[in-house]
């Protein structure tokens, strides 16, 4: 099941593109794209670009720029499919598609750049100090590196952590009611471990980064927003590995919901840190 998923047309299926669609999102970004401020940059990168949803940002503060480039890197073909086709109209910069996976960055790409967001994937990258290199090797001196995530280690409300207790426990007990399956102790995901806010400061400064600013951004992630994410692969494995992504999203979507209701709660918060930082 999975590898027909993993093939084909279906693979689009499970893109990020619906949730990044959700006005939260695109608002939380939005703000990030808008303090590295860059009206005026020409050649600019957006790594791990997925479907486009944050490049779609950057070209809207670049209206009027000339000789813009903007290079968007994935490792995902589908995902790359999606932010072509999406923004195949726009013409306020000329836009470059790489297959790659951001590890191999320097050699994907020639030259260098006067900016670089990387939204929203930070956390997936395992040694985040050579990829910093290699993030600090292709942006001139000067330029900014701008990136957000809401994996990392910091305080959360205690409304939330109950939120996803019940909803991953819920979950579990969907799969197994409606479809027989349960999460086998082997696949259960190793609880990651994330960095704290200090953590990605000093990560940026000891590559030659100055933090121009570091903010922690409170969101209010409506129900839609919790469904929407459930549509996507990289959460819907991470949650439920091992299982089939029809039937995991499926049961993610249904506890979701039932949460919601129980917990009588119209949006859960949840914290994303946002920074930018200038190549010295
Ligand atoms: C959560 S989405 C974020 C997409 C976009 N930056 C945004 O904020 O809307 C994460 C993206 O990172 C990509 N990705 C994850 N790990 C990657 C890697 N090691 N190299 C390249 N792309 C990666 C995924 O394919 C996916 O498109």
Same mark, same amino acid.
């Given at each position: ?28 970004? %939005? ?68 297959? &790659? ?41 000067? %330029? ?21 207790? !019940? $909803? ?57 927003? $919790? ?5 996507? !692969?990289?959460?819907?494995?991470? &949650? ?31 914290? $994303? ?8």
């Amino acid at each position: 099941m999975v590898a027909v998923k993993e093939t084909g047309v279906a693979s689009e299926e499970y893109t990020f593109a619906t949730f990044s669609e959700n006005p939260f999102y695109y608002e939380l970004n %939005g703000k990030l794209v808008d303090m590295a401020e860059v009206q005026s940059r020409e050649k600019i990168m957006d790594l791990a670009c997925g479907t486009g949803g944050v490049t779609r940002l950057v070209l809207e503060r670049l209206r009027g720029a000339r000789n813009s480039v903007i290079i968007c890197i994935d490792h995902s073909a589908s995902a790359l499919r999606q932010a072509r086709e999406s923004l195949k109209e726009r013409k306020e910069a000329a836009l470059l598609f790489v297959q &790659s996976r951001v590890e191999q960055l320097t050699e994907a790409i020639k030259g260098k750049v006067d900016a670089v967001f990387y939204c929203n994937a930070i956390h997936y990258v395992p040694d985040k100090d050579e990829l910093l290199r290699r993030i600090a090797d292709v942006i001139k001196p000067g %330029g900014v590196f701008a990136f957000n995530t809401s994996f990392y280690e910091g305080p959360l409300e205690p409304e939330a952590v109950a939120f996803y207790r !019940k $909803w991953m426990l819920k979950a579990m007990r969907v799969l197994k009611q409606d479809y027989g399956l349960s999460l086998q102790k082997s696949e259960k995901v190793e609880s990651r471990k994330h960095l704290t806010a200090d953590d990605y400061k000093a990560l940026v400064e000891r590559h030659g980064f100055k933090i121009k600013t570091q903010i922690v951004d409170a969101v209010k992630v409506p129900l839609q927003g $919790w469904i929407d994410i459930s549509k996507f !692969k990289d959460f819907i494995e991470g &949650s439920m590995p091992g299982v089939p992504l029809d039937k995991a999203s499926a049961a993610l979507i249904k506890a979701v919901k039932q949460t919601y209701e129980e917990m009588k709660i119209t949006y859960v918060a949840r914290n $994303w840190l946002d920074v930018v930082a200038v190549r010295v």
